[in-house]
């Protein structure tokens, strides 16, 4: 945060060009990101991203709470995929674990992140629109959002910050008739995809604005670590589900959307793409969720149902142990990555053997997208700058941390 | 699920394509390695750094040629105190590998992996910012979350989370 320092972070270069402050309070920057750019005239020459405005030490937190804990403050980071984030941090904790997690909670985990991923590509796709100037996108996708919350609170209670899923499986068994919730849901999605496909496709006004800005070749892609649908819409196919699979993704079939174009139109398409696979997911899903328990037999690690602790003394004396001095996770350390809805979301847990994690590491994909911006700014027009930052689709919460 | 033990014989792991090619460049540079909970990590001496992502990240059979992540862990009181950690992914064969190097806390400084890989920019900024770790020919080292002016490296393990009072 330069702002405290009496030196520039940025000077101008030559005679002509000038040094602007973008942000952090421009509505188009997605909360509070500050862009300093050198301009000559309406051309972007430089680009330097500026963060940190919303650092919270959340790696530092982690490190002076109980593993079950952390849970809560995964969902904090990145506040539009709290599951996905969920997700990767119970796997890494499981993985330290050595642990197996029932089929049943395995599903319902694949089921929810991808209602978590079709969440984000609203919200994304409605604010992205509304930067670029097509207002009514955000009112459609915003309606099917609320759809996708009221889900979220009928499984965990809440509709944003869910810390829905356990070290060992889920909290709860989802309510009676959650299941028959989703499919309506589901069965409706695909008409209302084509609605925002309507709005937005073929309208001439939208592809003048996204077709052929910001363009990112693959080698500078990869150089410059961006991930996700950013990473892909430069033509290079991986998708961690599928190449990497985790949480018994490899059990459903969907198609990984790839563009070559690798400009903001083509990564537009790639998430259009993945709201209607994600969908697809859903279904499957929904088609064979197993029975059987939500949460594995590790009475040490996972809290026992209240049926028993009411009836049993071990279950009672596990519950409280568990409450009071958390469990003790074998030392190690592991790297477990998903792939969130920016691209891959990692977190790096290091384990002293104590119920304490010794360090929590999150590698967000926001943080890296990030750095690709300058590359496809520098040289373009100030009002691409907008579109390019909505096309990389960043939460600054995850950037901070 | 019981956990395997963890395997630290360089002479076991010979076979992992990361470990061969660094080992047929130059075996010094390699002190350790270890394959644990399915993850392999390579133990890389601090001279070597920079030279070694290049060999890998150039490696024909088994390009990792994706930087996932730079990071740090503090063993405070423990020397050598900081372990800088890269994660390196191969997109080709969808290949991971962790590279360690260890830091002494009276002089924590290694060679910068941003000629390598542009992506290690904000990561290597991140290091220094909160853990104090200098990156030699880091082309713009300066704090990235915490504000200009702060003191201290709050992910150290002599930072108290409170901050000091």
């Known amino acids: 945060m330069a702002h405290l320092n009496p030196t520039p972070v940025l000077e101008p270069g030559q005679d002509r060009t000038m040094i602007l402050n973008m942000g952090p309070q421009h509505p188009s920057t997605h909360g509070v990101l500050r862009l300093i750019l050198e301009i000559d005239g309406e051309n972007v020459v430089r680009m330097m991203p500026d963060i940190g405005y919303l650092h919270t030490g959340i790696e530092k937190t982690c490190e002076a709470k109980f593993y079950q804990q952390v849970v809560v403050l995964t969902d904090r980071i990145d506040y539009l995929c709290p599951m996905t984030n969920n997700l990767c941090y119970v796997l890494a904790v499981e993985k330290l674990l050595g642990m197996e997690i029932p089929p049943r909670a395995q599903w319902i985990r694949v089921m929810l992140n991808e209602l978590t991923r079709i969440n984000s590509h609203l919200v994304w796709l409605g604010t992205h629109a509304l930067d670029i100037g097509a207002m009514s996108v955000f009112l459609y996708c915003f309606r099917e959002r609320e759809d996708v919350l009221r889900l979220f609170e009928a499984v965990s209670g809440q509709r944003m910050m869910t810390s829905y899923f356990r070290v060992g499986g889920l909290s709860l068994e989802p309510p009676l008739g959650f299941f028959d919730r989703v499919k309506y849901f589901t069965d409706r999605f695909p008409s209302r995809v084509d609605e925002y496909e309507e709005l937005l496709t073929s309208n001439p006004i939208w592809v003048e604005r996204t077709k052929g800005v910001a363009y990112m070749s693959p080698e500078d892609a990869i150089a410059l670590g961006a991930t996700g649908p950013t990473l892909r819409a430069s033509g290079v196919d991986i998708d961690l589900r599928r190449d990497m699979p985790y949480s018994s993704y490899e059990k459903f079939q969907f198609k990984v959307p790839v563009s070559q174009d690798g400009d903001v139109f083509a990564r537009y398409m790639c998430r259009v793409q993945e709201l209607r696979e994600s969908n697809k997911i859903v279904q499957q899903t929904l088609a064979g969720v197993p029975e059987g328990p939500i949460k594995a037999d590790a009475p040490k690690v996972v809290l026992p149902d209240r049926e028993k602790m009411k009836t049993q003394m071990e279950a009672l004396i596990y519950h409280f142990k568990i409450i009071t001095e958390g469990f003790a996770v074998p030392a190690g350390e592991v790297y477990q990555a998903v792939e969130s809805p920016r691209g891959e979301m990692g977190y790096y847990v290091v384990s002293d053997g104590t119920a304490k994690p010794y360090r929590v590491h999150m590698r967000g994909a926001s943080f890296a997208n990030l750095q690709s911006l300058p590359k496809m700014c520098e040289g373009r027009l100030i009002a691409d700058v907008v579109a390019a930052i909505g096309s990389i689709d960043i939460i600054l919460g995850e950037i901070d941390r | ?165």
């Open chain 2, 1 to 165: 699920m019981a956990l395997a033990p963890a395997i630290t014989d360089l002479e076991k792991l010979k076979e992992a394509p990361a470990l061969a090619r660094l080992l047929s460049w130059n075996a010094a540079a390699v002190t350790s390695a270890k394959f644990d909970r399915d993850e392999l990590t390579l133990y890389i001496d601090r001279p070597y750094i920079r030279e070694a992502c290049v060999i890998l990240r150039d490696f024909e059979e088994n390009p990792f040629d994706f930087l996932s992540d730079v990071t740090c862990v503090d063993w405070y009181p423990a020397e050598p105190r900081f372990e800088v950690v890269y994660h390196l992914l191969s997109i080709p064969q969808k290949d991971r590998v962790r590279l360690k190097v260890k830091l002494s806390g009276d002089d924590p400084s290694i060679e910068s992996v941003t000629s390598v890989w542009p992506a290690a920019n904000f990561f290597e900024r991140e290091v220094f910012d909160l853990f104090g770790v200098r990156f030699q020919g880091h082309p713009y080292l300066r704090r990235i979350l915490m504000p200009e002016d702060w003191e201290g490296h709050p992910l150290r393990k002599d930072y108290p989370v409170e901050g000091y009072r």
